[in-house]
Nanobody, 122 residues
């Protein structure tokens, strides 16, 4: 069972990136997927999540209107489209999954990807 996050990199303020979270060893269809981030010297925070049941989404206030979470169950992959990036979005981004959405909601999902670094800087 593995989650592989990718798509991070260096981008200028105002730019965009799309992160991917590919699952292997299990089917994402039945899992709520969460995206989390941890900036240097800060605690990990929840960014966004998407449910398995009805595709409902949640966004932290800091990214609302700029980030979009989605999933492609046929590809067993989830995505985080990040637009209008700001320097304060710089962090290691992690995807995570759990069949129990409440565990994702409290930041304690069962499965975690390895993280991908996003740096927003001019």
């Amino acid at each position: 069972v593995q989650l592989q996050a990718s798509g991070g990199g260096l981008v200028q303020p105002g730019g965009s990136l799309r992160l991917s979270c590919a699952a292997s060893g299990f089917t994402l269809d039945y899992y709520t997927i969460g995206w989390f981030r941890q900036a240097p010297g800060k605690e990990r925070e929840g960014v966004s999540c998407i449910s398995s049941s009805d595709g409902s989404t949640y966004y932290a206030d800091s990214v609302k209107g700029r980030f979009t979470v989605s999933r492609d169950n046929a590809k067993n992959t989830a995505y985080l489209q990040m637009n209008s990036l700001k320097p304060e979005d710089t962090a290691v981004y992690y995807c995570a999954a759990d069949a129990d959405p409440l565990r994702v909601g409290v930041g304690a999902p069962e499965y975690w990807g390895q993280g991908t670094l996003v740096t927003v800087s001019s």
